[in-house]
């Protein structure tokens, strides 16, 4: 017998997305970043954010040299713990890397770039995408390394769904640009 395809629901009305207060903090200089603020190698920064559902939630930054880190979830960064994990709850304030730790920017001077992407379910295929940069760079393949994360940056275009963490009303993708200079 032939069985019949149940439809997708429709998405859900743009007053039921997840919304975030969301705010990156220059714990040096004890204030927010705003998008296009300068910063100086140094400089600690951390991310604050609080979802109004729950949320699978991936934070990643690319440095001025196109490397990508992993900053949420995070079970640790370069041997410091973290234990952020997935999914994000709602009402929940969050501190990343944590509320007593910041992360510290490095000598390499640039344009930063720090995404946010959110997801109802678990996104298993950025995961691995993100994944495969972690082991390219594990491995310390130059080469391979800039594919994966390559391939990781165009999902990002072709992925529908993905919401913002703004303070206000926004598209679904954010990017917040920062400058950093050496001093």
Known sequence: SAQSKQPRPPPPPAAQRAKFGVSIQNVSKNEPIREGATLHSGDRYKIIFKPDVD?????????????????????????????SENPA????????????????????TGK?????????????????????????QNQGDRGEMRVAQAKL???????????SIEQDDAPD???????????
Not at 70 to 83: I, M, Q
Not at 94 to 107: E, G, I, N
Not at 118 to 130: G, N, T
Not at 173 to 183: H, I
Request: no cysteine.
């Open 55 to 83: 949320r699978y939630l991936y934070i990643f930054q690319m440095d001025s040299g196109n490397n990508i880190f992993g900053l949420f979830p995070l079970e640790n960064f370069r041997g410091v713990s973290a234990h």
């Open 112 to 136: 930063e770039q720090i995404f946010f992407i959110s997801r109802a379910e678990p996104d298993q295929e950025f995961e691995r995408l993100y994944q495969d940069v972690l082991q390219a």
């Open 173 to 183: 993708r954010a990017k917040v640009s920062q400058q950093e200079n050496g001093a």
């Open 153 to 163: 940056l165009r999902s990002l275009n072709i992925k529908k769904g993905v919401a």
């Open 89 to 108: 709850r709602a009402g929940q304030v969050y501190y990343v890397p944590a509320q007593d730790k910041s992360f510290k920017l490095d000598q390499q």
